[in-house]
């Protein structure tokens, strides 16, 4: 990140700024062949990491506090190994953080935004390099992701965000309003006054870093409540931030009771914005007790919310049959389907399905699903949790029992000793099985074929059998119909691919969030994201004496 200070800028009323790019590129994703360093790195850690247990307090006014509730990480693919002890903050100590946050606001707010991005690039400089390995051996561990999928979340996303994060926030100054004389225009771009809450979920190490630190380089004081079941990566997260140069009090970190957080935060009339990322149900409910409590506030709060979806593969005749393929095994299975961009439901032309069946279920049989850190083959391990678990298998369940629907392979589960599910496919006879609508979060792609011909009713179908709009696909050689499915499914989707999976946004790249009940859509990872933490200032300076308030024509 070097030059980065030449470029940086000074923002006076009425002085107009000059455009200056920043480069930043996108940091490059790591093989881990054989014999290489990176991967003797990741082996080192990972043996440091294996079987222990990471001692995460709450943080809170710079100190490190402990309370009475304490709370276990159980690594997903060994409930038997605790990763992280952490506990839990009370409302007393979550009012604390608020109030520690407030107190740093102001000196925060006032610090020059090319002084906080210098914080996010050393963060990002960091994580890519010394802290590399130790980060992604948490998320490894404590997520159960195999190596590609902790480099691309806890390295390569985190990174970016920081960076592309910062670059925007600087180059931001650069949009100011034009000045007539005798005076001149300037926009200043504040932080929101009060405290923004971040609220993280447990799939994405990278999600976390983001969502309180997005808010911190725009100048707000953060409460993060990081998930359980990620603890130990956001906690090292945390950590980095602070080796990085971020005052203590600036983003508290704060485990607690996901509803004893929301009730405790929403009471405080200094909240001035939720920054979320999880369920449907738990956003609706935070924004329940936002319109509930609003009198309390002295600002409106901003609630930005990423959430669930149902996405899908949608398949023509004309469609590139690998493609279809071996894209639908990435995207359903990767991280055991547990990512909010993963497919769920595909629709598949009669003509194609006989090749298309036998060729997906001979590649689902390749496919290990075991510890990732002991067999680097794994492609994907266990599902996060227990609460997981069960309601995965009351798909499969359901599954079993219902006539319209058939387990075409996978189907099997076992929680001994982590928490299995089989890469499960599953062919349905009815388009709106609720297994078509409803998200499930875990190894499973339900299909449903369709005769050929048909293909603009079930563009229709796919537009409105669910109400989610957060990623699919569209499978199509034929340039008309790839036109056609664009314009029917416009608002489908968030995250629209053309011959591609559905997952796998980069930042700067595909800038990430859908609309409908998925959420806000404040596209993390692209620039207007940062637009959303801050609260601008239109500031006017007149430069000559006002000597009479008579207008011309009145004379
Ligand atoms: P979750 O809703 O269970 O939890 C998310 C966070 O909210 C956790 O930190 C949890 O402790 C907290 N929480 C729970 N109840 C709360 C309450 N009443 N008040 C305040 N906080 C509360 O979600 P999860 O299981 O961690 O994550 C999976 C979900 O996240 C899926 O639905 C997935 O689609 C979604 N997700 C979406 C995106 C996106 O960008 N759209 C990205 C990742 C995950």
Redesign the pocket.
Known sequence: MLGIRRLLLTCRPGFRLQHTAIAVKNEPILEFKQGSSERQALKEALNEQKGQTLEVPCVIGGESVWTNEIQYQLCPFNHSHKVAKFCYADKDLINKAINAALSAHREWDLKPVEDRAQIFFKAADLISGSRRAELLARTMIGQGKTVIQAEIDAAAELIDFFRFNAKHALELQHEQPISEPPSTNSTLYRSLEGFVAA??????TA?GGNLAGAPALMGNVVVW????TAMAASYTVYKILLEAGLPPNVIQFVPSD??L??ETITESEHLAGINF????P?FK??WKLVSKKLDKYRTFPRLSG????KNFHFVHKSADIGSVVNGTIRSAFEYGGQK?SACSRMYVPDSLWPEIKKNLLEEQKKIKVGNPVDDFETFFSAVIDNKSFARIKKWIEHAQSSPNLTIISGGKYDDKIGYFVEPSIIETKDPQDPIMKE?I?GPIVTVYVYPETEYQEILHLIDTSTPYG?TGSVFAQDKNVIAEASKILRYSAGNFYINDKSTGSVVAQQP???ARI??TNDKAGGPHYILRWTSPQSVKETHVPLTKWRYPYMD
């Open positions: 609220v993280s979920p447990f799939n994405f999600i409540k990081p998930s359980d996901g509803p957080f929301g990322t999880g369920s449907v738990t409910h935070l990423e959430c669930g979806g909010c998200e979060f957060l990430f969030g859908g998925s959420g």
